[in-house]
Nanobody, 122 residues
């Protein structure tokens, strides 16, 4: 059973930064990896994905502020989040998909971490 363990969440003020990490028991070089988030009362949405070839894709709401990356030697996924605002408040989940195709679609991903809470205050 593959496992993903997300960490790094916390509470920050608007304009602040956080770096999320996701330790994986699978080989990240061979998977499409992604970050998703779910705010209270809202559906889970895609934030950023990174493909096997390190091609990235971002939600419009985070472009220019968030950066997704991965360290295949450590099998770890990251999400650097800068210029945070209250609308970024959510539980953030890391996910993996064993596929060359790598899109910001929740339903495509079969492996999920447990989530880490990010709270941004104004």
């Amino acid at each position: 059973q593959e496992q993903l363990v997300a960490s790094g969440g916390g509470s920050v003020q608007a304009g602040g930064s956080l770096r999320l990490s996701c330790a994986a028991s699978l080989y990240t070089y061979n998977y499409c990896m992604g970050w998703f988030r779910q705010a209270p009362g809202k559906e889970r949405e895609g934030v950023a994905v990174i493909g096997r070839d390190r091609t990235t894709s971002y939600a419009d709401s985070v472009k220019g502020r968030f950066t997704i990356s991965k360290d295949n030697a450590k099998n770890t996924l990251y999400l650097q989040m800068n210029s945070l605002n209250p609308e970024d408040t959510a539980i953030y989940y890391c996910a993996a998909r064993y596929s060359i195709s790598c899109l910001l679609q929740v339903g495509d991903f079969g492996y999920w971490g447990q989530g880490t809470q990010v709270t941004v205050s104004s």
